[in-house]
């Protein structure tokens, strides 16, 4: 199954007049929101005649490269604005800088690159300035067939005094060059063809010079100008200057966005931006050539996350014929920044229209701690750390509880000369205490929910919980007291992580949580966590007048206080029947708090109070429930009996419900109730 299809938007047209009538489908992803905002097909008829187009300021520029022009077109058609480029029946490639300064190439594709004429021809965004770059024969290598087709977008101003690079690609194997241009002028002494390290590529992710590969400037997250190296039939590199070497990283997007619900195109117009502090790219999608497109994060480790995709809008009317220029067109994109967390997203289509789009991306990554502590209920997180999924209750099939890995703002420390009352009296918890953040997750249906949990109801054996990353679950805070978050986006984990569940007692569930033994002997008890999957042991049920249960008498050397009331929302079978009154138990629960909870530094004191908990059991009918008179574990098992409703007694098991009495050295017992 992919991640999860949060939205579905079918977009009508906006009513504006030469505004295409179809509707977009676009489906979102992990907190991002891709619509389309208006679609137009009122753009160049022959798409030989403008192949390459970029939006910005709700305006297309179009390379009409066959009349020598760049034509300007918005949601309506075209504007009348345009800019001669005084250079007509040439190569489509255009390249603009930050300034909106362009440069085109001022050749045909059959012509190799020159360095005896002109190549490029800059013109200022005003079209008032022309100027014609000749390359220099001692950087450009010479090849018959050394051509190409496309240019990319341009860091810098080339009109300024700081400059810019312009990038072209030479085919032929032949590499990327870098041409220096300051106040419209080439300077030859800071040009020069880039060494490329490619120490990092995968031996299945070569570099492959062609006639359409070209090299796009963009600034990543962190600050730092990048390049971004296309062709059409491969995955795209991301590049970084230092020197003259280009360094060069995969970006493997055939096998890093693994539930894309369909795979890259053959298509030019990757783009890669960044927004809020994360990097992203727009990237064309199968079928190839049409107009398909996805949106995605990259993260650092090189994976990618979904966050948006316009399906292909522009289906073909016979399967087995290409559209005209088909084989030659591209699907180009590129993005317009709005704030940290949007930006619009343009679409040239060559041979079908032009639109934009509006893409979000507003839920930052918030660890689980600082969302139970400091969030706001209402308000969307996605959960920045590690987190597991750990139990189904039967009576909640649609919700799961899951707890990050030990990050509790507050931890209960035992100090010197405590003693930790359930481990080294008990012999109950063998492991450190898990101190984690809890949080209920709220699925849309059981099916979902159970695929993000390690065990559900009754399955009380497992150790291992759902691993879900970092990154890849949002939701809606809606209840703080008792972490509680209505999912919104996820991925859906596919590894497990060991667990094993806090065993408390009685006294766990007090206030304070250290207490004073007549002997004098300070008793230390580690705070249990709202929405914890946990274990309770020795815990006398009163009856169900009080719907509480208490330490018990028989066992308590130490006349230790304690008590906790009990709510039955989630127990699966009748408690009226399974639990009696006087006997004490070992459940499974669930805890929650009643009401605000100060997490107040630990003081031995006298008078004892029940804290600020419910505890939910969760076992019963077919689980199990286990009836106890001790608490030690330092004796041994003398002696098993099995017993069936009948009252028939055996050494083995009876097919169906049996009740096990165990009997133990100190002549203690337990019996239990279980299904074979």
């Known amino acids: 199954m992919t991640r999860n299809i949060t939205t579905l938007i079918l977009l009508a047209s906006l009513a504006v007049a030469g505004t295409s009538s179809a509707a977009a489908e676009e489906v979102n992803y992990n907190g991002g929101t891709l619509t389309q905002e208006w679609k137009s097909t009122n753009i160049l008829a022959n798409a030989t005649h403008g192949r390459f ?3 910005v300021g709700n305006k297309f520029y179009i390379h009409n490269n066959y009349a020598g022009k760049i034509q300007v077109y918005n949601q309506d058609g075209a504007t009348g604005e345009e800019y001669s480029t005084g250079k007509a029946r040439i190569v489509p490639a255009m390249a ?10 001022t050749r045909t594709q059959q012509n190799s690159i020159n360095t005896s004429s002109p190549e490029f021809r800059i013109i200022s965004a005003d079209g008032t300035q022309q100027i014609d770059i000749t390359l220099p024969s001692s950087i450009v290598n010479v090849t018959n067939g050394n051509s190409f087709l496309y240019l990319g977008a341009i860091a810098g101003n080339l009109f300024s005094n700081e400059g810019a690079k312009l990038m072209f690609t030479g085919a032929q194997e032949d590499g990327i060059y870098v041409m220096q241009i300051r106040n419209g002028a080439l300077v030859e002494s800071e040009s020069f063809k880039a060494t490329m390290n490619t120490a990092s590529l995968p031996a299945t992710m070569p570099i492959k010079y062609t006639t359409e590969s070209y090299v796009t400037a963009w600034k990543a997250a962190d600050g730092t100008t990048h390049y971004l190296y296309v062709t059409r039939s491969d995955n795209p590199i991301d590049m970084q200057l230092d020197g003259h070497t280009l360094n060069c990283t995969a970006i493997d997007v055939e096998t890093q966005i693994v539930d894309a619900p369909v795979h890259r195109g053959q298509s030019n117009g990757f783009w890669m931006f960044a927004m809020g502090g994360k990097n992203y790219m727009a990237l064309p999608c199968l079928p190839n050539w049409l107009d398909g497109f996805m949106v995605v994060e990259v993260n650092d480790d090189g994976s990618m996350t979904m966050k948006g995709y316009h399906k292909n809008d522009y289906p073909k009317l016979d399967n087995d014929q290409l559209y005209p220029n088909e084989n030659m067109s591209s699907n180009w994109l590129n993005t317009e920044p709005i704030d940290d967390h949007s930006c619009y997203i343009y679409q040239y289509f060559p041979w079908g229209y032009t639109a934009r789009y509006k893409f979000t991306d507003d839920t930052d990554e918030t660890t689980l701690d600082e969302i139970v502590n400091d969030g706001t209920v209402g308000e969307t997180y996605t959960i920045a750390d590690d987190i597991v999924g750990v139990y189904v209750a039967a009576e909640e099939p649609t919700k799961v509880y899951a707890k990050d ?18 481990k080294d009296l008990c012999g109950l918890q063998t492991n450190d205490w898990d101190q984690s953040n809890w949080v209920l997750l709220e699925f849309a249906d059981a099916e979902t929910a159970q695929k993000f949990a ?3 109801n009754a399955e009380f054996t497992s150790t291992a919980g759902k691993l ?21 986006a996820y991925t859906e984990p596919d590894e497990a992580k060991e667990y094993v569940e806090n065993k408390y007692v009685t006294n766990n569930f007090m206030n304070p949580l250290l207490q004073t033994s007549e002997a004098g002997n300070s008793y230390f008890f580690v705070e249990p966590k709202p929405q914890e999957y946990a274990y309770v042991h020795w815990a006398t049920y009163d009856g169900a007048d009080s719907f509480h249960f208490s330490v018990p008498t028989q066992g308590n050397e130490a006349n230790l206080k304690g008590g906790f009331k009990v709510k039955w929302d989630l127990y699966p079978g009748d408690y009226l029947i399974d639990f009696e009154p006087g ?9 929650r708090h009643t009401q605000a909870h100060e997490h107040a530094p630990r003081r031995a004191a006298t008078d004892v109070a029940e804290g600020d908990y419910e505890v939910y059991p969760l076992e019963g009918g077919a689980g199990v429930i286990t009836g106890v008179q001790r608490v030690d574990a330092s004796a041994t098992v003398q002696d098993v009996t099995y017993f069936n409703l009948m009252g028939m007694q055996s050494a083995t098991p009876f097919e169906g419900v049996n009740i096990i009495l165990t009997h133990y050295t100190d002549g203690t017992y337990t019996y239990i109730k279980q299904i074979k």
């Open 53 to 55: 187009a970029y939006g």
């Open 96 to 105: 603009h800088d930050d300034a909106g300064n362009w440069v085109i190439r």
């Open 405 to 422: 890995l030990g990050k509790h703002r507050y931890p209960s420390v035992k100090e010197s000369g405590w003693i930790d009352y359930v």
């Open 454 to 456: 390690g065990r559900k």
């Open 468 to 488: 879900i990353k970092g990154g890849t679950i949002t939701g809606t805070l809606t209840d703080k007291l008792n972490p509680t978050m209505t999912v919104t």
């Open 583 to 591: 006997k004490a138990y070992n459940i499974h629960a669930i805890v």
